[in-house]
């Protein structure tokens, strides 16, 4: 009995989240049989570390549609490493070692960017938007202001410049 009063109030949530998401947006397009589009995306904190850890076996294991990794750190298109995904669209800072995004689909993309459009955000790499059929995909790795907030002006300048990207 006290485990069903706890479950009671999560059902209802879901149910009123079902509700809600139904109003504010469309499922994307899915040729997969199952009916799901399913998007992942993660912060790898270095691609080639996740990938001598078994990244290719998440991936086969997840089977996503789209995979989007932040971090990346590196400075080349490495398409081989993802055979199951034909349409790569790889963002890299001019630092070597440093952020970088990638976005991997099975579908292509309508139409793709890389950036901004302004010099200091996109020497970072940290930025791809991808269009699909119903719906846009933006990928941000998000600069840090850090601890000691030594960079949160350019974090606030990146924050207004996003935003007048994402009204485009």
Known sequence: ?????????????????????????????????????????????????????????????ELPDVLVLQETKVNEDLNSLFPLYPHQVWSHAEQKGYSGTVVLSQEKPLSQSVGLGK??????????????????LVEAYVPNSGRKLERLAYRQTWDGDLLVHLKK
């Not at 790499?125 to 991808?130: K, N, W």
Request: proline share 6%; glycine share 6%; hydrophobic share 35%.
């Open 1 to 61: 009995r006290p485990l069903r009063r706890r479950l009671l109030p999560n059902l209802k949530l879901k149910n009123l989240m079902s509700r809600l998401s139904s109003l504010f947006f469309t499922d994307p397009p899915c040729k997969s049989p199952s009916g799901i589009f399913k998007i992942v995306n993660w912060n790898v904190a270095g691609l080639r570390a996740v990938v001598k850890k078994g990244l290719d076996d998440y991936v086969n294991q």
């Open 119 to 136: 010099t200091e955000h996109d020497s970072e790499g940290r930025l791809i938007t991808v269009e699909f059929e119903s719906f846009y």
